[in-house]
């Protein structure tokens, strides 16, 4: 059984929903997003979301834009991403997914990126711009590896689409609450749930729900309907808002500790 398998087994066990922080490794700096993942693990979340920066991060909205920018500025590499995050995974329990653009793994090397992945604990592999038609290869290469190819599904994905990338995904669906980019919302998408139902039709794994998802009613309100909530960009914004404190992985421990306190 995979490490986010086992994780969702878990979290069915106790009946409670599923929290994944998204952050962008780098952002600042890569010791300090290893002294985060770390605090996240210790915070509450259940599973962990490690954006790798790209110079074109076309999903994403201008708070994740501008914490790429900082982590490339700052010398953030793939293969240093791999080696904090091996690191981090040594001292937590929450199972780390890569979240990436395909340019970075194309010039890293498939292969090569899969093994170094699973060396370094990854859990699972999501890369945002990549047609699951076009990704037979590169699900082959994550299986051989053990690990978990996850897949976004959006309210305009077809019925068909959605059935053929159900039997391509493993360890869970990543559903995208609304169209558009990443970034804090004043509510949940109101797509979200009729797409989690049109998810758990077709498949019995997990469903998790991001993009705009930023109070600790939202997340309530998101476990009401799914196994998870995925919240970025509110933590990555807090992260721009006190970066350059010293104290700044202690904030962004209490704050993602805030979004948990009605748990």
Known sequence: M???????????????????????????TLSFTESLLVEL?????????????????????EVIQRACERALRNGATLQGVLECASRAKSRID??????????PILQFGQERLAAAAR???????LVTDLLPEEAR???ETLLEHELDPIFLVAPTTSPQRLAGIAQRARGFIYAVSRTGVTGARDAVGRDARP???RVRAVTDLPVAVGFGIST???IRQVWRFADAAVIGSAIVGEIEKFCGRPDLVQRIADFTRSLLAKR
């Open 94 to 103: 929450a199972p780390i997914i890569l979240f990436s653009y395909f340019n």
């Open 119 to 125: 060396d370094a604990g990854i859990a699972g592999i």
């Open 195 to 197: 797409l989690v139902e």
């Open 137 to 139: 290869s590169w699900t």
């Open 41 to 61: 693990g210790k915070a509450g979340a259940d599973l962990i979301e490690l954006g790798v920066p790209f110079s074109d991060p076309v999903a994403d909205g």
């Open 2 to 28: 995979s490490q986010i398998r086992k994780k969702f087994a878990e979290l069915r066990r106790a009946d409670r929903g599923g929290f994944i922080p998204f952050i962008t490794a780098g952002d600042p």
């Open 216 to 218: 600790a009613d939202q």
